[in-house]
Structure formats: C-alpha cells, structure tokens
C-alpha cells in the first residue's frame, strides 16, 4: 500500500538540497551537522528498513520496464562508458550497496577498486559476496566526507539523489578525479511516473531521496559540462502497459516507444525526464 504520511517535496527545487531543509530543524544553539544526520537516515533505511526489498516488488510489477529495448541499450551505453575507461583505472564506487558494480569494474580490469557504502548491511553482502576480488576494497564511509587519493573513474548508479551532491560532486572532481579522469552516473530522473512512484510509494525510498530534477540537470550542464543522455521517455509508460498485456518484453510497442524514444533524447527539455539517466564528466588532461 502506498504510504502518503511523508509529505512531498515541491517540484522546483535541487533533489539535493531539498529534504534535509526540510525535515532536520535544528534549535539555533545547537550546532548539527545535516549530512551526518542525512547520512545517517539513509543508512537506518538500507540496514534497518526495508526500503530495497519494496522497490524490487514494485519494479517486479512491470517487468517489461526494464526489459524493453531501451532499457538494455541505456544499460550497454552505461557499460560501455565504463568500458573505455576501467582497464588498468583506479576506480571509486559512490555508494556501492551490494558490490555488483565494483565487480564489473574489478572484471574490466580496474587496476584498483575503492567501493563504499554508508550503510553496514550492504557492505557485508558486499565483502560477502566479492570481498575475494583482488584489488577491490569495500568500506563503510560517508559519500559527505572528505577522501584522499586519486581515482582515474568515479562511478556511482542510484546514489546521487541521495545524497546533497551539489556539493559533494565538486569536491570530489577537484581532489579526488585525476585529469583526463570521468565520473560516470546512472540515477533515477523526474519522468512524471517516476515522480509519482516516489511521491506516493514512500516505503520504496529513504526520507530524503528524490529524482534529479530539471534544474540538478542545468546545473550539472553548466557546473561540468556534463552529458546527460536519459532511458526511458515514452518507453517507461508503453514498457508498464506492456507488462500486463504483452508476454514478451520484445513487442511491437515497446519497439515504436524505442524508436521514438532514440529521436526524443537528444531534446534538451527532456534531458531530466527519462525513468533514469546517464550522467558523464570528463575531467580535461592537464596539457604540457
Ligand atoms: C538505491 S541504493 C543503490 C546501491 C547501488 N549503487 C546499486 O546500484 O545497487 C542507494 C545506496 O546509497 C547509499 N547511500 C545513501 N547515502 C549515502 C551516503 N551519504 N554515503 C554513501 N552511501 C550512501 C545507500 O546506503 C544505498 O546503498
């Protein structure tokens, strides 16, 4: 069922500033640091709550959502924009949860894995289930701390709408991204029905989560010249319908809202409208 007791964030605002403002008064005497309070929040979620297992439900009910055409090329853009940088790459995972991603780094020849995580739970099925791997370290860390070392790859799927990364994005491509480095990101964007899932299904998402908003998007544009490549237009609602009337993913409308999803992405008003979306920084190599 869903759980309407949360109230909803407005629509205009950065996803990451917006909530902590919101729901973390703090008595003006007291000094309280809002992202350890956030962090810590989102780590209850993932090591007490339940909040993975019912999005998985919910994502289960439409299954050919992510199994439609699109999805699977947004998914081969993604690994192929990790691709031609991970060989012999120093990589940071942000926000890694149960390691998968960090694996596929470590089998594409990252020469050095640092995956974390805020919440302890997943970083034991982590260690648990690719804690072998060499040259993969998973640890229990705050994405809001500061980190030493450089990283030719930052990679992160799902993470920055969790996290205030209006100001932690800038500090980790001047201190932590070597040059001619890239951060790569897969996260949830304000697609209306994705607007409504998170609107309405709040036991699918942690208190302060929200998708990237048009403006999280100008902003990337404008801060890093990012690329913003979005998955799933007209396909997330054909993909949704499709579920319960078609037995395949592969069908003839899931194809036409493929096809007219490859001519809809490169308009830049819909760039944050996907289900999900691609964000690539590339860091220019100093020059001599
Ligand atoms: C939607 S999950 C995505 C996990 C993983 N990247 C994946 O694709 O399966 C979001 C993850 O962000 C983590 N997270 C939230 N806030 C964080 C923070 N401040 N620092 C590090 N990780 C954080 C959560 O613990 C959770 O594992």
Known sequence: MPD?????PALDEPSS????????????SVHVDLSEVR??????????????????????????????????????RFQRLLGERASGARA??????????????SSLGASSVYAFD???RQIEQARAEFGDLAGVT?????????MAGQFDLIVGRSILHHV?????????????LAPGGRMLFMEPMSHPLTLAFHRFVRGAHTPDEWPITPADVAWLRERFAARVMPINLLSF???????????????????????IDGRLERRRRLMARGRQGIVVVDRPPVRP
Not at 237 to 257: E, H, K, Q, Y
Request: glycine share 6%; with cysteine; aromatic share 6%.
């Open 4 to 8: 309407l007791d949360e109230p909803a």
């Open 17 to 28: 500033a917006r909530s902590t403002a919101v729901r973390t008064p703090a008595p003006a």
């Open 39 to 76: 962090a810590s929040r989102e780590a209850a979620a993932y090591d007490e709550g339940q909040v993975s297992e019912t999005c998985q439900r919910w994502i289960m009910r439409v299954p050919h959502v992510i199994g439609c055409h699109n999805t699977v090329l947004g998914e081969q």
């Open 92 to 105: 940071m995972e942000v926000g890694c949860g149960t390691g998968v991603t960090a694996s596929k780094l």
């Open 118 to 120: 805020v919440s302890h």
């Open 138 to 146: 998973f640890a229990v860390q705050d994405a809001d701390a500061p």
């Open 164 to 176: 205030d990364f209006r100001s932690i994005l800038p500090r980790l491509f001047e201190e932590n």
């Open 237 to 259: 609602p054909a993909g949704a319908f499709s579920s319960f009337v078609f037995s395949s993913a592969d069908n003839p409308l899931t194809r036409l809202a493929d096809s």
